[in-house]
Antibody, heavy 117, light 108 residues
């Protein structure tokens, strides 16, 4: 069964960092990439970036430059997204999603990250 | 970046009616690299259409996509109760990938 299982909800203070995991199973990890998309409360979807499952190259939206790190662990078929210097506007549900050719064909259930003092 | 504008913002229809959703891009999308997703409250999005017109695995035939260049359309031929949701388009032609702001299809 193909699935992406994300880590649990997090509460962070402003200025802190958060690392969300996305454990994959049921498919060949290196044949696909993982994208990260977030959704603020009551808002639409925002693409953050992606990482290749094969050689680990990445791309990300300019607004996250310097704050976002995406990595993979091929031994456990897990992808990670770390966002640093959190502010209240980073409060959102963070989704990982599998992609092969750019469209996102399988999504995790999401991880709620709350940034609050 | 390629800005996607969806219209209308909200579509109020009854079950059995036809829904037509629009997605307009600020720049040409090559190779029809456009996808549509459905999202219900509290759930992750699911892929409906990719390549502008190819239905994803398991998606019913009442969903269809069309268009090219800068103008794309998602059509639901006859709305079922489970189709009332928010729909997003996404381009994956150029970086940064972008989503439209969504169209909510609600029960009239």
């Amino acid at each position: 069964q193909v699935q992406l299982v994300q880590s649990g909800a997090e509460v962070k203070k402003p200025g802190a960092s958060v690392k969300v995991s996305c454990k994959t199973s049921g498919y060949t990890f290196s044949s696909y990439g993982i994208a990260w998309v977030r959704q603020a409360p009551g808002q639409g979807l925002e693409w953050m970036g992606w990482i290749s499952g094969y050689i680990g190259n990445t791309d990300h939206a300019q607004k996250f430059q310097g704050r976002l790190t995406m990595t993979t662990d091929t031994a456990t078929n897990t992808a990670y997204m770390e966002l640093r210097s959190l502010i209240s506007d980073d409060t959102a549900v963070y989704y990982c999603a599998r992609f092969g050719s750019g469209y996102l064909d399988l999504w995790g259930r999401g991880t709620l990250v709350t940034v609050s003092s | 970046e390629n800005v996607l504008t969806q219209s209308p913002g909200t579509l109020s229809l009854s079950p059995g009616e036809r829904a037509t959703l629009s997605c307009r891009a600020s720049q040409n999308i090559r190779h029809s690299h456009l996808a549509w997703y459905q999202q219900k409250p509290g759930q992750a999005p699911i892929l409906l259409i990719y390549g502008a017109s190819t239905r994803a695995t398991g998606i019913p035939g009442r969903f269809s996509g069309s268009g090219s260049g800068t103008d794309f359309t998602l059509t639901i031929s006859s709305l079922e109760p489970e189709d009332f949701a928010v729909y997003y388009c996404q381009q994956y032609d150029t970086s940064p990938w972008t989503f439209g702001q969504g169209t909510k299809v609600e029960i009239k």
